[in-house]
């Protein structure tokens, strides 16, 4: 009797710790994969200005992210480099010689802003909150990609640069730096329509997001119901397993009748 339990919860031990532990670590997937830097929106139309944003949500829970540093790209050199006010946050900019000047409106430019840095007056950002820092950019190139670096500081004192580019579209690395993508612009002419106007785009966007958002939290749920299906299953089996009647202690195995045997 005692040691049929026993044998029960030694495999229950066995085989429900490990799948609970892969439980548990599938439901982290979602919020590893999706908490990077980021430049929102990912893309811009080429040979003009935009407004972008580059939104930093605070992946430690028992710190605050105090200080982004951008850091543009050098070998596309941008013009126009303009920031807005952050409540709680103070923002400088660094500069940079080029030896060969860019045109801008006529003018040749043979300075430029080469990275701006928010730091923190206020807390910062949070445990679970995020945060937008905008740059007006332009003239953007008519089309290519800006591959930014973002050093993004702890109040622990950690530092964690995104500044790394995957070969392979598929495989998203584990620090990947904040990428804008350049469409080139429409042709003069072209008839306008709906998703041209800013209203179009932001519903557009939201679409995006949204589906984004509902691709991304789907696959987890699969793999976390999977698994959950397969601890259950695996706890039964034990169960079953366990509930096997041992063997009588102190029984005694009688021999076999046998016919009489003459004198």
């Given at each position: 009797?005692?040691?049929?339990?026993?044998?029960?919860?030694?495999?229950l031990a066995?085989?429900?710790?490990?799948?609970?532990?892969?439980?548990?670590?599938?439901?982290?997937?979602?919020?590893?994969?999706?908490?990077?830097?980021?430049?929102?929106?990912?893309?811009a139309e080429?040979?003009?200005?935009?407004?972008?944003?580059?939104?930093?949500?605070?992946?430690?829970?028992?710190?605050?992210?105090?200080?982004?540093?951008?850091?543009?790209?050098?070998?596309?050199?941008?013009?126009?480099?303009?920031?807005?006010?952050?409540?709680?946050?103070?923002?400088?900019?660094?500069?940079?010689?080029?030896?060969?000047?860019?045109?801008?409106?006529?003018?040749?430019?043979?300075?430029?802003?080469?990275?701006?840095?928010?730091?923190?007056?206020?807390g910062g950002?949070?445990?679970?909150?995020?945060?937008?820092?905008?740059?007006?950019?332009?003239?953007?190139?008519?089309?290519?990609?800006?591959?930014?670096?973002?050093?993004?500081?702890?109040?622990?004192?950690?530092?964690?640069?995104?500044?790394?580019?995957?070969?392979?579209?598929?495989?998203?690395?584990?620090?990947?730096?904040?990428?804008?993508?350049?469409?080139?612009?429409?042709?003069?002419?072209?008839?306008?329509?709906?998703?041209?106007?800013?209203?179009?785009?932001?519903?557009?966007?939201?679409?995006?997001?949204?589906?984004?958002?509902?691709?991304?939290?789907?696959?987890?749920?699969?793999?976390?119901?999977?698994?959950?299906?397969?601890?259950?299953?695996?706890?039964?089996?034990?169960?079953?397993?366990?509930?096997?009647?041992?063997?009588?202690?102190?029984?005694?195995?009688?021999?076999?009748?046998?016919?009489?045997?003459?004198?």
């Amino acid at each position: 009797m005692f040691h049929n339990n026993s044998s029960q919860r030694g495999i229950l031990a066995r085989v429900g710790l490990p799948i609970g532990a892969a439980v548990a670590a599938i439901l982290t997937l979602p919020g590893l994969a999706q908490a990077h830097v980021t430049v929102q929106p990912g893309t811009a139309e080429g040979g003009g200005f935009s407004v972008v944003a580059f939104r930093v949500p605070n992946e430690r829970d028992n710190a605050n992210t105090t200080q982004l540093r951008v850091a543009l790209p050098e070998a596309q050199p941008i013009g126009s480099v303009q920031t807005t006010p952050v409540p709680g946050w103070k923002i400088t900019t660094a500069t940079r010689h080029l030896d060969k000047p860019i045109e801008m409106f006529g003018e040749q430019l043979d300075t430029v802003v080469s990275e701006v840095t928010w730091t923190a007056t206020a807390g910062g950002i949070r445990p679970g909150q995020f945060q937008d820092f905008d740059l007006s950019l332009g003239q953007l190139p008519e089309s290519g990609d800006l591959v930014f670096s973002a050093l993004q500081t702890y109040s622990s004192g950690e530092k964690v640069n995104w500044n790394q580019v995957s070969t392979d579209p598929a495989v998203e690395p584990e620090h990947p730096a904040p990428i804008l993508s350049i469409t080139p612009a429409k042709a003069e002419g072209t008839t306008v329509t709906e998703q041209d106007t800013g209203a179009g785009k932001d519903e557009q966007a939201t679409s995006t997001e949204q589906s984004n958002q509902g691709s991304d939290s789907t696959l987890p749920l699969v793999l976390s119901g999977a698994a959950l299906a397969i601890s259950l299953g695996a706890m039964a089996l034990a169960w079953r397993l366990g509930r096997r009647p041992a063997p009588a202690a102190g029984a005694v195995s009688m021999p076999t009748p046998r016919g009489d045997v003459n004198v």
